[in-house]
């Protein structure tokens, strides 16, 4: 099993894992679907490494699905010289890549393994703060605390400790917490040969990275036009063919399910970012520079990336235990709906001492049919720092209400105990202060110096641009209608979006696949209309990014999910579904923008009636 080389042009890297607890068997599908060079997968989220933190005891600080994966395809990689690269070493890469020699052995496959670590400063914040880091939270802008329950702090490594255990002749190679592009971005450098100073082509990488690191997402997975996706029920996952001067196409196996087009591209490049200055420790990715075009069926060319010099410093993820907690959920039916909700709301907070008080934060959530026709649900959910109380104390006082609550009382589920949650806290330490450590097979590599070219400070982030257009808020969601006859229709027949979480903010990025349209949200779909839209984002502040290269713009909600995904009491802890949420509210828009193109396909695939002109 050979390595990649400096002599090719073109390097085909497959992703099987968007997350810990993706499909098991996409190691094995993108093995055996095609001929592929690199196979990545990215198994860490900001949670996951606090998931890892408590079931390490048990299981290792791994994430352990990655060995019954790697299980399938070891020997066929090794056959065919796949390179196979992962970050699911998680809180113990160097344990991880033992495991991976065992399995090796039990399979009576030779295979060179490297571990890339090194992130973990966790035991290292006192002696780094004392020479002068402040770890502030760049949320928020408090430092951390002296007293702080910090349980893990990861520094997000770059990608070439990874090139450098490829060029000592890994075939495998495990990692802890690196940038999820670096997966990418690793064996592009050492297949390319790229030196630091190369910001065009390794933000190429970058972007390549990003795109496929999410897994099936990029091929029609959460896509908001779902209907237009073929063979849904099976989505394939993707591949990158990176190219030496760091343009990519982005593509899949023949035959599999899903589509890889330009909107599926888009919605992924929108997702969880913040400003087009897309910062990684390898080259700052100018995302209002991609050019996207479709090459072919299922191949989408991403070119034109401009990069920048990467910052001094690299981003680090902390979680500090944030105590517990726990939910509840009543079904309501029929009719009077909010008056029985708040009955049995006021009669669990009365049958707990302290009621409310009780806890640090709750939660009341009603949902679904509203109308008194249908069913609705209550969510009731806590949050503090006695387990017991925040356990079967709270889950068993909404039981013992159900013959003292109101007509037709029921739960979904059986009272439980409380969940041991985190608070988010992001964070930076000097790149200098991190050195990563390289092991293969029983070897240190010595990691390769970053050039002082690669260290120079990052230009701050360009404000936000937000339209100065006068909106019409009567009534008509903020949406300007302009000149003409106007229709009101749900704005998902025009837009498509994509959203979820950055810590505790949440992104929603909006696009279009019409030019008319992307004039129009350009010009007209200002942040003031975006929270006419949602008024349920009042309280929060909301930044707006124009992305007129992808047709796009990205909104970016700071503190909606609290202290981040571990420890609010949100349904959606994520923001998944914020964006599905913008696109089902009606605006009212110029009559041509809904007139032809795929905009009057939409609209008449969900009416039978189209609406009138207003």
């Known amino acids: 099993m050979s390595a990649p080389t400096a002599q090719r042009d073109v390097l085909r890297i497959a992703n099987c894992s968007g997350f810990f607890g993706d499909r098991l068997s996409a190691a094995r599908e993108m093995v055996e679907g ?52 992962s970050n699911a070493g998680g809180l113990d890469p160097e344990g991880l890549a033992d495991a991976v020699r065992e399995l090796a052995r039990r399979q009576g496959v030779e295979v060179r393994v490297a571990s890339v670590s090194g992130d973990d400063i966790t035991l290292r914040v006192d002696e780094l703060r004392a020479a002068g880091e402040g770890f502030v ?76 690191e999410c897994g099936a997402q990029c091929c029609g997975g959460n896509y908001a036009f779902f209907e237009e996706v073929p063979n849904r029920e099976r989505i394939g996952f993707p591949i990158a063919e990176v190219h030496r001067d760091g343009s990519s196409v982005i593509t899949k196996h023949p035959g599999t399910g899903g589509a890889v ?35 072919g069926a299922d191949r989408v060319r991403v070119a034109s990336v401009r990069g920048e010099r990467p910052p001094r410093t690299l981003k680090v993820t902390a979680n500090l235990d944030a105590g517990w907690r726990n939910s509840m959920t009543l079904a309501l039916t029929g009719a009077q709906v909010v008056e029985k909700a708040r009955f049995a709301a006021d009669a669990v907070w009365a049958g707990i001492p302290g009621g409310r008080g009780a806890f640090t934060e709750t939660a009341e959530d009603l949902s679904g049919d509203l109308t008194g026709g249908g069913m609705a649900y209550l969510r009731l959910a806590v949050r503090g720092d006695d387990e017991q109380a925040v356990g079967r104390a709270f889950s068993g006082a909404v039981v013992e209400t159900s013959l003292s609550s109101y007509p037709g009382t029921f739960f979904t589920s059986a009272p439980g105990a409380a969940q041991g949650v985190a608070r988010y806290w992001p964070t930076a330490v000097a790149a200098s202060a991190v050195v990563p450590h390289i092991d293969c097979e029983g070897a240190e590599v010595d990691p390769t110096p970053i050039s002082s070219a690669g260290t120079a400070p990052a230009e701050p982030p360009p404000p936000p ?42 992104n929603v990025g909006v696009w279009t696949d019409e030019d008319d349209v992307a004039k129009w949200l350009q010009s007209e779909f200002t942040t003031e209309a975006f929270r006419a839209i949602l008024p349920e984002l009042a309280a929060f502040e909301v930044d707006r990014h124009p992305l007129p290269n992808l047709r796009a713009v990205n909104f970016v909600v700071h503190g909606i999910l609290g202290w981040g995904v571990a420890s609010n009491l949100r349904l959606d802890t994520q923001a998944k579904g914020l964006g599905e949420l913008l696109r089902s509210r009606a605006v009212e828009v110029p009559i041509a923008l809904v007139a032809s193109g795929k905009p009057a396909q939409r609209l008449a695939a969900r009416t039978e009636n189209p609406p009138h002109p207003a």
């Open 34 to 85: 095609g001929p592929i060079d690199v196979l990545t997968g990215d198994w860490l989220a900001e949670l996951t490494m606090y998931i890892l933190h408590k079931t390490r005891q048990r299981s290792g600080g791994y994430a352990r699905s990655f060995l019954r994966e790697l299980e399938d395809v070891l020997p066929a990689c090794v056959e065919r010289g796949i390179t196979v690269v």
């Open 137 to 212: 939270n760049l949320d928020t802008g408090e430092p951390l605390p002296e007293d702080a329950p910090l349980v893990t702090a990861n520094a997000y490594l770059p990608a070439r400790p990874i090139a450098d255990a490829l060029a000592a002749g890994a075939q495998v190679v495990v990692t802890g917490r690196v940038t999820d592009a670096a997966l990418v971005v690793g064996p592009a450098l050492h297949a390319f040969g790229w030196a630091d100073g190369d910001h065009d082509a390794i933000a190429g990488a970058v972007v390549a990275g990003h795109v496929i």
């Open 261 to 295: 087009t330009v909107g599926t591209v888009t919605a992924q490049l929108l997702y969880e970012i913040g400003s087009p200055r897309y910062l990684s420790p390898d080259a700052v990715a100018r995302f209002d520079t991609i050019e996207l075009s479709q090459e």
């Open 465 to 506: 641009v937000e339209s100065d257009t006068d909106t019409d808020t009567d009534g008509d969601a903020g949406v300007p209608a302009g000149s003409g006859e106007c229709f009101r229709v749900p704005l998902g027949v025009l837009l498509g979006a994509r959203s979820g979480d950055k810590g505790g903010d949440a």
